[in-house]
């Protein structure tokens, strides 16, 4: 028991010893230095290189020592006969007392005279070109003086160029009562022609863009008495006007009617690529399949054709479709969807040659303008 208490003071000395509260001096909290001062450790600390010093390991080498040194710079050595010709902006002559400066800022200037005058006679007036004069002047060809026989034909409204020099070598014209086969004949403005038998005047040219409506026939005259496009302008002209290419019966749209030979045969020559565009309504919905073989071309009984462009009317359903060709196959737009198997409700062609339904309702007509016939017979 001795040793048992024994232990326990020895243990309870040994803990107060441990608890007694530590003793700090004043200097314990302070805040340690660091930088350039001394460091504690022995080790020596690394000084940083000092580079970019004024001093130099050698000695600058005087330039040019030949010449004398100025407080603005080096100078060259005196010269006696050294004549500064130099002055800021170039070389400046020598002084000349008899010099006189006629020079002004913005260009030479004329001495002055009190009797000048400025002509303006020279001067070449502006004249606004006049389309209108231009035209005019082309269909009063024939009240002017002479002109080929052919084309006097062709003014008429009988045929083209080409096709009355046929007329003529066959001996179908009369001039002044006598046959005339000779195709560079020119006639005169007295002269009396004759086209198998009946007189032939040239008239001035007359071009009329009609809206075909459904029913009407694209022809002169029909012997069944059915309706022809001719009814519907007969009210537009008195000169002989003849349909440019053809419309079916059910086919509606844009149809130019004129008396112009030449134009006439340019529109509906294949060579020169007339576009026109159809807005097509079929019984059902175009399959994409068939539109890719639209597209890309098909062969029909009379050879291989295919479409400029083929595209889907905006907003309709897809039975609705615009095609561009420029083809002038009979009833080409019809045979190429009944050789797909599909059925048109509705064919309209709305653009020809660049010309448009635009103001124009269906049955109407108008005349073409200035610029319009311009921009036709300036098709390449």
Known sequence: MEKKYSSNNTNSQRSNNSYKKREYSNNSFQKKEYGNSERSSDKPYYTKKEYGSSERTY??????????????????????????????GGYRKPYNPNFKDTSNEG?????????????????????????????????????TGEIRLNKYIANAGICSRRNADIYIAAGNVEVNGQVMTTLGYRVQPTDVVKFDGKVISSEKKEYILLNKPKGFITTTSDEKGRKTVMDLVANATTARILPVGRLDRPTTGLLLLTNDGDLAKKLTHPTHGVRKIYHVVLDRKLDYKDFIKIEEGIELEDGFIQVDEISYVNDKPKNEIGVKIHSGRNRIVRRIFEHLGYEIEKLDRVVFAGLTKKDLPRGHWRKLTQQEIINLRNIK
Request: aromatic share 14%; hydrophobic share 10%.
């Open 59 to 88: 000695n600058k080498k005087e330039y040019n020592s030949d010449r004398t040194k100025t407080n603005s710079g080096f100078k060259k050595s005196y010269n006696p006969n050294f004549k500064d010709t130099s002055n800021e």
């Open 107 to 143: 260009g030479y200037k004329k001495s002055h005279n009190p009797n000048f005058k400025r002509n303006n006679s020279y001067k070449k007036p502006f004249i606004k070109k006049n389309y209108n004069t231009e035209i005019e002047q082309q269909d009063n060809t024939l009240e």
